[in-house]
C-alpha cells in the first residue's frame, strides 16, 4: 500500500490556496472457501487486486482469480462474473472511506504574510489563576495542521449575568474593544471584532452561563476555526470565566492566548472598574 499526498496551486475561478489529492496504490490478496450449495463440495482459491488506485475507475481495475488445481470450476466461474461485481462493489465503498478517513481534518496553509497576528498591547497585569496548553496531536499528516487547546480561568469583579452581556451587547463589546463590532448574539449569529481580525459566529447561547463560539484570528489558515467555550460560574459577588480554546493552530498559540488576555480580559476588567466609578 502507498498513499501519499500531492498539492497543486488553485485553478481559475476557485478559492485561493491550494488543492490537495490523495493518489493511492495498493495491491489486495485474500483467500477464501467456497461451498457448492448442491454437492456440498467445497473448494479454496484467491482473488487478487494488483493494482487498486484513486486516480484509475473501480470498473477498470483488475481482479484475478485463482484457485486450485484439480477443483471445480464452478466457483471459480461464479467469482469471474457475479463475485466480481460484489468485489468491485466492495472496493468503491473502501476507497470511499478510506480517502474521508485520511484527509479528515486537513487544512491546507495559507500564505498570509507573517506579522498578521494580534499584537498585545500591555503587559500582563497577573490576574490569570489558571493558564495551561494541551497539546493535541502534533504529527503531521500531509498538510495537515497541528493544534492546541488552551484552558484559562479568570475572576471577575461582577456578577455572571453582566459579565455575559459584555461578550453578547454591541455596545459593551464596542466599549471594551474600542471597534465597531458585529455581534448577532443568537445561535448560528455573525460576529466580528478588532477591525476584522477576529471574526465567528455564536454556536450555543445559554444567558448567565455558558457561551459556544466558531473563533478564528484573520492572520490564520482560511476557514480555519477554533471552538471557544466561556463558562460562568457564580462567586457570590464575583463571576469565575472559564475559557476552553480548541483547535488553535500551534504556530499561534501565543499570540492567541495573549489576545484573550489582553484584549479580551484585561480590556472587560477596565470596563467594570470604570462602570462601577461611573456609579459612584
Known sequence: CQCRVSEEPAGEGESSGRRVFLIMHLRIRYVNTGTVKESGEKHKGSVEIPNLSEENEVDDTEINISKK??????????????GATKVREALRDYLKALKTEFTLGMILPTQAPVGQELAAER??????????VSPQSL??????????????????NSPSDELYSIFTTKELVQKFSKCPAVIEAEKGGKLQMFDGSVSGEYAELVPSQRIVLKWRCRSWPDEHYAMVALTFKDLAAQTELQLECKGVPVSNEDSTRQCWKQQYFEEIRLLLQQSKDDME
Open 123 to 132: 503587559r500582563l497585569s497577573g490576574n490569570t489563576m489558571q493558564d495551561s
Open 69 to 82: 488445481k484439480g477443483e471445480s470450476d464452478v466457483l471459480k466461474d461464479l467469482m469471474r462474473t457475479e
Open 139 to 156: 504529527d503531521r499528516v500531509g498538510v495537515k495542521i497541528p493544534t492546541v487547546k488552551i484552558l484559562m480561568r479568570e475572576i471577575f
